[in-house]
């Protein structure tokens, strides 16, 4: 039963890490995509 235990606890820590890399990801993406649309005066994504 501890082997079970250890595992989801494992896999809880695995899947909340890349949830939050995702969200992460997610909105450097956004902030970059306002920062372009309000640069339109031939700016570019640095």
Request: with cysteine; glycine share 14%.
């Given at each position: 039963?501890?082997?079970?235990?250890?595992?989801?606890?494992?896999?809880?820590?695995?899947?909340?890490?890349?949830?939050?890399t995702?969200?992460?990801?997610s909105?450097v993406?956004?902030?970059?995509?306002?920062?372009?649309?309000?640069?339109?005066?031939?700016g570019?994504?640095?």
């Amino acid at each position: 039963m501890k082997a079970f235990r250890l595992t989801g606890l494992i896999l809880g820590i695995v899947g909340l890490s890349l949830s939050v890399t995702a969200i992460v990801f997610s909105a450097v993406g956004m902030f970059k995509a306002r920062q372009c649309k309000q640069c339109k005066l031939g700016g570019q994504i640095k």
